[in-house]
């Protein structure tokens, strides 16, 4: 069996971070992700966002407190998690689905100021800075593929040409 998710979205505001009484850091971000819908009746394009919970532990955490911020462009990947609990004081079930990451990447593109930090789940590295923009979304790191004069990730001119 699988749970696996793969989102790339935008930040809706800065990280909620805290340190637990063990001293492991959590942060929580909420991620929008738009997908274009045509509805082929009406001949019209509309856009569907939607918004995701997001919870980085430790490093990602650490990473995530430094050099995530409001409108900030990301990669993630990780696992659904649900929690069900009981209102106390309406004594109703409620439900809360949150997406467990195990790698965060900071997508967008170069600026000069400040510094950026991919993160592939083991360890941070830092690099030339990021900030979020219109810029197109830089794909995950991916296998190499077989033939080194090929690139392994071709690059998207118009994401609506995607072949699924």
């Given amino acids: 069996m699988v749970n ?42 509309r856009d569907h966002t939607e918004w995701h919970s997001v919870a980085l532990w430790g490093r990602l955490a650490d990473v995530a407190d430094k050099y995530i911020h409001k409108g900030s462009q990301v990669y993630i990947e990780g696992k659904i998690r649900s929690r069900e609990w009981e209102d106390p004081a309406t004594h109703t079930k409620r439900y809360y689905i949150e997406i467990m990451a195990d790698v965060m990447n900071m997508l967008g593109r170069r600026t000069d100021s400040g510094p950026a930090t991919d ?17 197109q ?22 994401p609506d040409d995607l072949p699924f």
């Fill in 4 to 45: 696996k998710v793969i989102l790339i979205g935008n930040v809706g505001a800065d990280p909620e971070v805290r340190t637990l009484e063990n001293g492991t850091k959590v942060a929580r971000i909420r991620v929008a992700t738009t997908e274009r819908i045509f509805n082929r009746e009406t001949q019209e394009r």
């Fill in 137 to 158: 979304a830089v794909p995950p790191p991916s296998v190499p593929s077989q033939n080194p004069a090929t690139p392994a990730v071709q690059p998207i001119d118009d």
């Fill in 119 to 135: 993160h592939y789940g083991g360890g941070a590295t830092t690099s030339p800075g990021y900030s979020s923009g219109s810029a």
